[in-house]
């Protein structure tokens, strides 16, 4: 069962898709909805294996916008708004890829505010890709969060099996920009050498730079930073050597750090206990890897992975700019917030992240601030403060150029539907709109209402004045 919350507004089409599934007194509302009002209406839908959606309208529905769902059975709920924000839990950085977020196995991404923390707190999907997100619910997957802002203009999602859905999907969202773009490598000091306990006693390392990197195993035990000793480690590695892993049923604990993965791979895979927290502002003095605990270097493109175990306590940010994060596993705390080229969950189990609002970005890509990107956006220089559809465009009735005003541009296109009393419009829908006391014409008594809506250039026009004389034909 899919129980999602999808943030659409209305167009045309559902006008069609209510006449064909609702033949109820309902439908009827539901085609003026559809037409003239932003939606704030639930929709129950139920999706056939076959990806084809058939729709069950309730009393007071209004059917949302056509999302694309591959197989499996499944019901969803529709709620229209349009909500954006600047903080991002869980970001996926590739502009194109094909499920750059991809959930599978009998996983549940669970993004929820921090404690003290009531801000926007979002997954953020910037590829562009109709399969930008993949839920694979065949085994379980599921998705809680309050929002997910993916930048595809069209559903942006791909979902098989039977998913959890439990988020409001904002497809057409603009661009998060990577918060952590400015970020640049730390300072590399001498080669420490490499880090290779010669027991499975606890063994401490300073921070520094470490060459030949670490890649434990059996039951050995390093600890890094801890109390009196935070700060930066810088590793290097190639293929299975060096690097930053674990295996077996090693352990590392590393407080107070940042652990910079110059090259080499990531892969903490132990069954062991594994803690890694980062600094904070009481014990290091440089504000800028304040809160990072993991930094992958931008030309490092080695894969990383976390395999969750109940032994595994994160903190902080983890940041893989241009690289694939695997987790696997059997669920863990993720820390405060994930940032990678492509996120690829999978396993058994809850990864809990809790965003407490860190390293915010604003959106880019919205030229007029109506929360649809520029690439999907019909009408990008609507007015503040107006409501719009999924193109971007004025759902003011008779807002021709769809800008959020009645001006003389949309006079002009009042011309292009002037058909005269008793003689048919072309039924269009900018034509319907227009057609003010439902006669199915568009003469000088619909241009009289329409010039009572004229606002003039850049003055917000009145969503309701078009509506007058709807009752009573004549």
Request: hydrophobic fraction near 35%; charged fraction near 15%.
């Amino acid at each position: 069962m899919i129980h999602a919350l999808f943030a659409k507004p209305s167009d045309s089409r559902y006008r069609d898709l209510a006449t064909v599934t609702d033949h109820s007194r309902d439908g009827a509302i539901q085609m003026r909805c559809a037409s003239h009002l932003f939606i704030c209406c639930f929709l129950t839908l139920t999706l056939l294996g076959t990806g084809i959606a058939q729709a069950q309208a309730p009393e007071g529905a209004i059917v949302g916008w056509g999302q694309q769902v591959d197989g499996g059975d499944a019901a969803q709920s529709f709620t229209a708004m349009i909500a954006r924000g600047t903080g991002g839990g869980v970001i996926t950085l590739d502009p194109t890829g094909e499920c750059s977020l991809s959930i599978s196995g009998n996983v549940n991404l669970d993004l929820e505010p921090a404690p003290g923390w009531d801000g926007d707190t979002a997954i953020r999907v910037n590829s562009d890709n109709s399969c930008a997100l993949c839920v694979d619910g065949s085994l379980g997957g599921q998705i809680d969060a309050p929002e997910t802002d993916i930048v595809a203009c069209a559903s942006g999602y791909c979902f098989g099996g039977d998913p959890v859905i439990n988020t409001i999907i904002n497809p057409g969202s603009p661009v998060m920009p990577d918060p952590l773009a400015y970020l640049k490598a730390p300072p590399i000091g001498p080669d420490l050498g490499i880090i290779d306990p010669s027991s499975d006693d606890p063994t401490y390392y300073p921070p520094g730079y470490y060459a030949g990197g670490m890649n434990i195993s059996g039951s050995k035990k390093v600890r890094l930073g801890m109390g009196g000793s935070p700060g930066i480690y810088v590793f290097e590695g190639s293929g299975n050597n060096g690097g930053f892993q674990t295996n077996g049923d090693a352990s590392v604990i590393a407080t107070n750090v940042l652990i910079y993965m110059k090259s080499g791979k990531l892969d903490l895979g132990s069954t062991g206990e594994t803690t890694i927290t980062p600094m904070d502002e009481n014990h290091y003095t440089n504000a800028t890897y304040i809160g990072i605990a993991v930094f992958q270097a931008r030309d490092n493109t080695e894969d990383a992975r976390i395999n969750g175990t109940t032994d595994m306590n994160l903190q902080g940010s983890y940041y893989f700019p241009n690289n694939l994060l695997e987790v696997g596993g059997i669920g863990t705390a993720l820390g405060n917030q994930l940032i990678a080229w492509q996120l690829d969950l999978h396993g058994t189990g809850s990864y809990i992240i809790q965003y407490d609002g860190r390293f915010p970005s604003p959106e880019d890509g919205d030229i007029d601030g109506d929360g649809i990107g520029n690439a999907c956006d019909l009408c990008p220089s609507t007015l503040g403060g107006v409501e719009v559809d999924h193109t971007g465009c004025s759902l003011i009735p008779g807002d021709f150029d769809g800008d959020g005003d009645i001006d003389l541009s949309d006079l002009s296109d009042f011309g292009l539907c002037l058909s005269g009393p008793s003689i048919p419009h072309d039924g269009s829908p900018p034509c319907m709109a227009i057609d003010g006391d439902l006669d199915k014409d568009a003469d000088l008594k619909d241009l009289s209402r329409y010039l009572l809506c004229f606002s003039g250039a850049n003055v917000l026009a009145d969503p309701q004045c078009a509506d007058w004389g709807r009752n009573s034909p004549d």
